[in-house]
């Protein structure tokens, strides 16, 4: 008895508390209904409350235009849940009616309002379109299995889908655009007749174009108006190009096979009994694209030295981690560079530090955001550099040269000129200092630099020939002039390596693609397969691109195998990269892979140590 006390008491005060809570969202009120509709054909509007609304409080809005052919008819719901120990209390109330679109135009339905707490709240207006073209149904797939009452049924299936029922289209943003210059490809499947599903799905490969994907993953299906009819819409795939070389670049057609369920009516079924006649029927339709040509057209002449193949609207910003250092402490020069168009294609200005500075590898970060215009975003280089000598110096401006499509024409931005201080070091580490002078602490008094006079015979020597003019001296003086001389040589040469950029690409060549290797080996040991191809195209570009000096703007595989050519007998490496590129190309989207992964990650490794074997820098 006491234990069923204790529990109708918690009960109850359980009952209290839920009653008692607060909403935790703010009371929203809006209207849902299609857009597009055709004439006579019955659609729902719904008014949506997530909260509990005033007795007889809701005023729907004139109809006009429209027949009521039910309603209101009213739901209501509600859930609790509680999560480590909060409770929060959510109510959905609904208010729908079933109307008929009369006849075509434009037809807006006004607010609809209602009270929460003696407190009004309003939907914003819809307006609803009405076309003449009549709209096909697309009922929800038959979970039943399929008949197969004969040729006759099945043709009468395939006659039911009309040409124009099934399309899939692509469309371009542009269809004529700069080198470099990004447009937007979308494949749009429409369709008036239900699909239950897809079969030999094949994207063009884009040749001649850097390609970044879009995620369409949550694309829905839409009503939309093509040509005067009603269709169902929904975005298949949708990427950004980037034309590599210019001329007329073919966008290839895609394809896919479509499986639309037709029901069909048996006369010799009609039976009630046996579902009134009606059989369902899988019909598969082969949908494509047409050829799409894109006309790209040549950079302008006259660029400046700082461009290497920014195109799009870009802003610049830079600066230094102090203005006054110590010797042989490390600072950092950052450029950030903000804009919109081919943002994965920018490279590091390029830096003019002292001779006195080391500089390091740039570290490269970047957030970037496909959109209908480019990709959009920031990448930001970070310079670390050390220096080692104390005294005044100057960091001068850096160029960064874009071209902007929209004026046709170069623009460059440059940075501030910057001076730094640099201490001499505390820490007790050696600056090479000009000009150092003794103090006094830097003079040792000895207390017996003269001593008293000798007082016995002391014993004479010939003395020797002094070093000084001798001929140790000059051979001496000989190897310190080599040993400085080489030393200075070497110097020179390492400042000028250092400030050759196509140089030092060269060298890292190989170390930045097999970082890149190692990415690809573990999207491959994961069975990533879009993600393995995408980052090999990215090593074996990135290589040719560094190793042999070519921007990215002229990346391509001809201009790859007239490099190779000039230097050296590279035949068999150039055709062993345009068919890796290609595989990897059609391998990046093709349902059924081409050619093993490991295969191709082998082949990439092999192509590179045969490179590296032959092009040494």
């Not at 001929?471 to 002039?481: A, E, N, P």
């Amino acid at each position: 008895m006491k234990v069923f006390f204790c529990k109708a008491t918690f009960a109850l005060i359980l009952a209290i508390f839920v009653g008692s809570v607060a909403r935790a969202d703010e009371v929203s009120f809006s209207a849902n209904a299609p857009m597009i509709v055709s004439a006579g054909e019955s659609f729902r509007i719904e008014f949506s409350l997530n909260a509990e609304p005033d007795d007889n409080s809701f005023q729907a809005p004139d109809f006009t235009g429209f027949d009521v052919l039910a309603g209101p008819a009213i739901s209501r719901g509600q859930s609790i849940q509680v999560i480590n120990g909060a409770m929060t209390k959510s109510i959905n109330y609904t208010i729908t009616y079933v109307l008929l679109a009369q006849q075509s135009g434009n037809f807006t339905i006004d607010r609809a309002s209602i009270s929460v707490g003696k407190k009004s709240y309003s939907t914003q207006p819809l307006t609803i379109e009405v076309t003449d073209q009549p709209a096909r149904q697309t009922p929800q797939p038959q979970t039943g299995s399929t008949t197969s009452s004969g040729p006759e049924m099945q043709a009468e299936a395939q006659e039911r889908i009309g040409k124009d029922d099934l399309m899939l289209r692509l469309s371009v943003s542009k269809q004529s655009v700069y080198k470099g210059e990004p447009l937007l490809a979308t494949f749009k499947l429409y369709r008036r007749v239900p699909i239950v599903g897809f079969e030999e799905i094949k994207f063009p490969s884009f040749n001649g174009f850097w390609t970044q994907d879009i995620d369409v993953s949550n694309a829905q299906w839409q009503r939309e108006t093509l040509n005067g009819k009603v269709y169902e819409s929904t975005v298949v795939k949708e990427c950004l190009l980037y034309p590599q070389q210019a001329g007329t670049l073919v966008i290839d057609p895609a394809s896919i096979t479509a499986i639309a369920q037709i029901v069909v009516q048996n006369a010799r079924l009609a039976d009630p009994f046996f579902g009134g006649g009606h059989e369902v029927y899988n019909v598969r339709r082969k949908l494509q694209t047409p050829r799409v040509n894109i006309q790209v057209k040549e950079l302008p002449a006259g660029a400046p030295s700082s461009f290497t193949g920014a195109v799009g609207r870009f802003s610049m910003e830079s600066s230094v981690s102090s203005d006054q250092l110590a010797a042989n402490s490390a600072g950092t020069f950052t450029v950030k560079i903000t804009g919109t168009g081919n943002l994965p294609f920018i490279q590091a200005p390029r830096l003019t530090l002292p001779n006195s500075f080391e500089q390091y590898n740039v570290k490269t970060t970047e957030s970037l955001r496909n959109s209908v215009n480019g990709t959009t975003g920031y990448r930001q280089f970070e310079y670390p550099f050390i220096a080692r000598a104390d005294g005044e110096y100057r960091i001068d401006s850096i160029l960064f040269t874009y071209f902007n499509p929209a004026r046709k024409e170069y623009v460059t931005l440059t940075s501030p000129t910057y001076r730094l201080e640099i201490t001499p070091d505390q820490s007790g580490g050696e600056s090479y200092t000009a000009n150092r002078r003794l103090s006094k602490e830097d003079v040792e008094m000895l207390c017996e630099d003269i001593r008293f006079i000798r007082l016995n015979n002391p014993r004479l020597h010939t003395q020797r020939e002094p070093l000084l003019f001798s001929g140790l001296y000059f051979g001496l003086l000989g190897v310190i002039l080599i040993v400085f001389a080489g030393t200075y040589i070497a110097l020179r040469k390492q400042i000028r390596d250092s400030q050759n950029a196509a140089l030092i690409r060269g060298r890292r060549a190989n170390k930045v693609a097999i970082q890149r290797f190692r990415v690809a080996k573990t999207y491959m040991e994961q069975q990533n397969q879009h993600a393995f191809y995408e980052e090999m195209l990215r090593a074996l570009w990135g290589y040719m691109s560094d190793k042999l000096n070519i921007p990215v703007a002229n990346l391509t595989k001809e201009n790859v195998r007239e490099e190779l050519f000039k230097r050296g007998d590279l035949t068999n490496e150039a055709q062993l990269f345009s068919d890796l590129i290609s595989r990897c190309d059609e391998a990046q989207y093709s349902p059924v892979a081409s050619a093993r992964m490991s295969d191709v990650y082998q082949e990439g490794l092999d192509l590179i140590s045969r490179i590296e074997s032959t092009i040494k820098r």
